[in-house]
């Protein structure tokens, strides 16, 4: 009977770290277009730009109190967001940091969006994507799913 009980806590363990490993994830991160030591190459999505992704979070899905997706007067697909306050000041003191530099919207390990930082972000922002529309159906799905 122990043995049973062994076995049936560690499937539990297991399946538990499945499906936390299967949760998207979204990050928002340092970047840059020249080669970082330790920091990973990776292509931004629809383009065939590569840029140097720092290995930390700074800003999560966690961070981010409310997502909005709408079209605006252009026709581009793009994200309202509205940080929560931790994420506010995360955002506002990366893009300081980053001023003038990269920073690369990650969604499930790939690069969506890696704009240069032309000012100080706050407590709403708006992600609008590679695109030439701005954010995919997909990426826009995908975003939502994560902040919902």
Do not use: Y
Not at 14 to 20: N, T
Not at 57 to 79: F, K, W, Y
Not at 135 to 143: A, D, G, K, P, S
């Amino acid at each position: 009977m122990h043995r049973m009980v062994t076995w049936t806590a560690c499937l539990v363990v297991l399946l538990f770290a499945g499906i936390v490993q299967a949760q998207a994830q979204l990050s928002i991160r340092a970047a840059s277009a020249e080669p970082v030591e330790r920091w990973q190459r990776m292509q931004v999505e629809h383009s065939t730009r590569v840029v140097w992704v720092a290995p930390t979070e700074v800003v999560t899905g966690s961070d981010i109190e409310r997502a909005q997706p709408e079209v605006n007067s252009q026709g581009l697909t793009r994200i309202v967001v509205v940080f929560t306050e931790a994420g506010a000041r995360k955002i506002r003191d990366l893009t300081i940091a980053q001023s003038k530099k990269l920073i690369a919207l990650v969604v499930d390990g790939r690069v969506i969006w890696a704009p240069m930082v032309l000012a100080e972000a706050g407590k709403e922002s708006v992600l609008t994507g590679n695109g030439p529309n701005g954010l995919t159906q997909e990426e826009v799905e995908r975003i939502m799913a994560i902040v919902r």
